[in-house]
């Protein structure tokens, strides 16, 4: 799912353009402005100021570099400095964007890598990323918890906290909360201490009370509404004791995570503390779906990437894995029903049986992260062919899957009975609109959805199935003569064709309880194809150009990431910076009243050049970006301000073992600039 950005187009002659330079050896995001002069195609001035030990604050400025651009490809060179770089984003719909590098023409070196966004005001009036003054000196008055609660207060007194093996009481029988004391044992206190060093505190916390309303903890408890809120009690005396309180057991993993981060361990000291004490929080999600989609489809991910990937999505809060299975390069999954399927992997040793697919749930629903598998369809779906060529158009002409053919939707329907399963509860498959607000409850009476307890079979449990249907290219089934003439005959148009596939195949996921997922463009593709749609789909949004607010207003739920403009939420778009992911606002335009109708949003992990090499360090830190836009409350949106937690972040992430990248990377997964602290990479 790959868009050329496109070029810019005529501007306005004077461009002022703001941003940040990484300068090699020296400095960290100082400040860095170019003036554009379109009519004479000239950068009239460039200027950067940067920070050296001892030095004091500089200011480098070069005048009349001569402007070239070809397409996206954006080159300023004069003096001594050139400018190389690429241009993001449309004119009018997304905020501009210029990336690249600095380089020294005279030396011949190169200086760092640069972004500058033209300076204004966006549709939102989210404030513009500020630069940092120079020299560095940040500071913020918020904890250091990502993401940020909902609604919190503390104080002043710092307590020592005093681990022991009965440190976590939990007086409810609960198998996954069992496990999850004992992972946050590990998490909340990795040093060893030998020797108890006791102060002069008047307090001390000895253990954390926790209770839960239920403890219910199976599919359907662990679902797209799921309950997570939380409420977590430290108190500064000895008498007032150290509370964790949660509506389901999923809430009380998430107050868990907030209290992990709340203790620090003090090495002169040789204890753990709880700065700031008391504490007060009270915590709950802004949107139920917050998630990351990884694709096994273009470069396939071993069982323990994919685990690892698992844990580190609880530390920010996210609860959705989106399991892109299958594209044109691979389909690595075992379908018993249709064995020749997965010859569609890349090898015999690059494949996924239903045991390792368990093993990933299982290990996904104790941490509270449901797993949303994906079967892209008709388009991205030439691997099928492998196994079962008569689903394809042609041998030379493999997408979209045949229309015309009803052995595809046998297949299909045989393929989502096995592993998706049925929800024999119904939930996501209720008559008439079930669009859904995120708390839940629904737009009117007549759209509610039935809720149950009964057994859910298959592989992946979850209510939602992602279906795909994006970027179909229609001209294979009107250049294939029995797919044309199968047209003909029901007075169909290639794109009435496309509307009754995706329709289909939603109904066959209705059809076991499920409730369909599928990208935009099945409501953007055609007004056939919007007119027709079953109102239970679920539509993940990704095209800019997509106008959010018509679907929530015809009622149906969305799932929203922005792909490929300065803003994305494709970590693929490894030119996009944390603050600018940050920024992205999801309701940005949207009427308060339909807003609820957003059930939440994912960062994208495209796989084309990503694989267990690389995977963890291009996700992270960017997507605790995504994290916070999609836990913490709306105006919590200041770039500066979360400059500093989100650094904390990232070294607590590497701490816990994730190879999270530095925070103020030019390009997200490039290595450290040079010997420093990892709260200042």
Not at 588 to 593: F, L, S, T
Request: aromatic share 8%; proline share 5%; glycine share 6%.
């Amino acid at each position: 799912m790959m868009l050329i950005a496109a070029a810019l187009g005529s501007l306005v002659h004077a461009e002022l353009w703001v941003g940040q330079l990484n300068y090699t050896h020296c400095s960290r995001r100082v400040p860095i402005q170019i003036d554009w002069d379109r009519q004479s195609n000239l950068v009239k001035n460039v200027s950067w100021t940067f920070f050296k030990h001892r030095h004091g604050c500089t200011v480098k400025n070069e005048s009349n570099l001569a402007v070239s651009v070809n397409g996206t490809n954006w080159l300023a060179a004069g003096g001594g400095v050139s400018l190389e770089a690429t241009l993001h984003g449309n004119p009018g719909k997304e905020r501009k964007l210029i990336n690249g590098k600095l380089h020294d023409r005279i030396g011949g070196n190169h200086i760092g890598s640069f972004w500058v966004t033209e300076n204004q005001e966006n549709a939102c009036n989210d404030p513009v990323p500020s630069v940092i003054e120079c020299p560095v000196q940040e500071n913020t008055t918020r904890p250091f918890i990502w993401p940020l609660p909902r609604q919190y207060s503390n104080g002043l007194t710092t307590i020592e906290v005093v681990p022991s093996s009965k440190f976590f009481l939990l007086n409810q029988q609960s198998p996954l909360l069992t496990a999850a004391l004992d992972r946050y044992q590990k998490l909340s206190f990795p040093h060893a201490v030998s020797v108890t060093n006791p102060t002069s505190a008047a307090a001390q916390i000895t253990e954390l009370h926790i209770t839960v309303s239920s403890t219910d903890e199976d599919f359907p408890a662990l679902s797209f509404d799921t309950d997570e809120s939380y409420t977590l009690s430290i108190n500064s005396d000895a008498s007032g004791g150290t509370f964790l309180h949660a509506a389901t057991v999923f809430g009380c993993l998430r107050g868990l995570e907030t209290f992990s981060q709340l203790v620090r361990f003090n090495f002169d000291l040789e204890q753990y503390q709880v700065a700031h004490s008391p504490w007060s929080i009270e915590d709950s999600p802004r949107f139920m779906h917050r998630g990351l989609m990884i694709d096994t489809a273009r470069h396939f991910l071993p069982v323990r990437a994919i685990l690892d990937m698992v844990d580190s999505l609880t530390y920010a809060k996210l609860n959705v894995l989106h399991w892109h299975m299958s594209d044109h390069q691979s389909f690595p999954m075992e379908v018993k029903s249709a064995p020749k399927l997965w010859d569609g992997a890349y090898s015999t040793q690059e494949r996924y049986t239903q045991e390792d697919a368990a093993v990933v749930i299982e290990h996904a629903r104790l941490r509270g992260v449901r797993v949303m598998v994906e079967f892209d369809m008709p388009g991205h779906a030439g691997a099928w062919c492998n196994g079962y060529p008569e689903i394809c158009p042609s041998s030379s002409c493999s997408m979209p899957l045949n229309v015309a053919n009803n052995r595809t939707f046998d297949l299909i329907d045989s393929l989502l009975a096995e592993i998706a399963g049925s929800n024999s509860t119904n939930r996501g498959s209720s008559s008439g609109n079930t669009a859904r607000t995120r708390t839940g409850t629904s737009p009117s009476p007549s759209t509610s959805a039935s809720a149950g307890t009964s057994a859910i079979t298959g592989v992946f449990k979850d209510h939602f199935v992602h279906l795909g249907g994006d970027e179909v290219d229609t001209a294979c089934w009107s250049s294939t003569p029995a797919i044309a003439a199968w047209m003909v005959a029901r007075n169909m148009s290639a794109d009435d064709a496309y509307a009754y596939f995706v329709r289909r195949v939603a109904e066959i996921a209705l059809s076991h309880g499920k409730r369909p997922v599928q990208w935009g463009d099945v409501y953007t593709h055609s007004s056939i194809a919007k007119n027709t749609l079953p109102k239970e789909v679920v539509l993940h949004v990704w095209r800019k150009t997509t106008n959010v607010t018509a679907p929530l207003a015809d009622g149906y739920n969305v799932i929203l990431n922005v792909g490929y403009d300065g803003l994305s939420w494709y970590l693929d778009n490894t030119f996009t910076d944390w603050a600018h992911v940050y920024r992205q606002e999801p309701c940005c335009g949207v009427p308060d009243h339909l807003c609820p109708l957003i059930l939440g949003g994912q960062g994208e992990m495209w796989g084309e050049h990503v694989d267990s090499s690389d995977l963890e360090q291009t996700v992270w830190p960017r997507l605790a970006a995504v994290a916070e836009r999609l836990w913490s409350p709306r105006h919590l949106n200041d770039t500066v301000d979360a400059h500093q937690r989100i650094a904390e972040f990232r070294c607590l992430l590497n701490r816990r073992g994730v190879l999270a990248a530095p925070v103020d990377n030019m390009l997200a997964r490039d290595a450290p600039p040079g010997p420093g602290s990892c709260a200042l990479q």
